[in-house]
């Protein structure tokens, strides 16, 4: 990958498209990725771990759901096939990932209900009932704090955000760290070394 990470605005690798598949909640995935974006040859352990872990929405749900730093799109598409009538906004800041993200929405038949955006594109006026993130602890540890003072506040009054972090990574801290901001962190699992937090007003 030349100079690029995954969060690389506008990745300079050759796409070289291929695809992942996995599975979750008795559900079968076939995702398109590339090279340029976050764990591009598999879903990304943490990831199952938070798919597999949290409380996926219902059936019934409306939404809106977010997920913050979509990648090529796992959870995004998780969420639109759990909650088909949810609208789910997907935001990431590398373009090579938000166009996967809408290509893997099509492919789960969700492209009407999955608005894939840069960040300052979610209209300030949308109020999530669920986010969720993989976050890219990778940025920096002032960075994602900022990144999450961003995001939660943006959760409804009686909404919840479902975290995963590595503890090698920093997730008990950062779970010290949210509990300090004044919210209600609970950690909910931990599997394989990946703190699967929830987090409510
Ligand atoms: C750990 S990856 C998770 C990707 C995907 N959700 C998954 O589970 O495979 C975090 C993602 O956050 C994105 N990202 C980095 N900085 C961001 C920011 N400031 N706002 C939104 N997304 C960001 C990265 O480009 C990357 O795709």
Redesign the pocket.
Known sequence: MTGD????AEPATAAQPREVEFDVAGRDYTLASAAG???ADR??P??AV?LRKAELPAGDATGPLL??????????CVLATCAPSATVWA????ER?RDLTAANAARVGAADRVRVV??DDVPADVQFAQI????????GKA?LR??LL??LPRLAPDGVAWL?VARHLGGDSLHRWLVEQGWQVERHASQKGYRVLRVTR
């Open positions: 990470h995954y969060f690389t974006v976050f764990s879903l990304d943490g990831t938070l997920d913050v730093g979509c990648g090529f799109g796992p959870i995004t935001v990431d800041v590398n990932a840069a960040p969720w993130s993989n976050p890219p602890i990778r940025i960075e900022e990144l961003r995001w995963v």
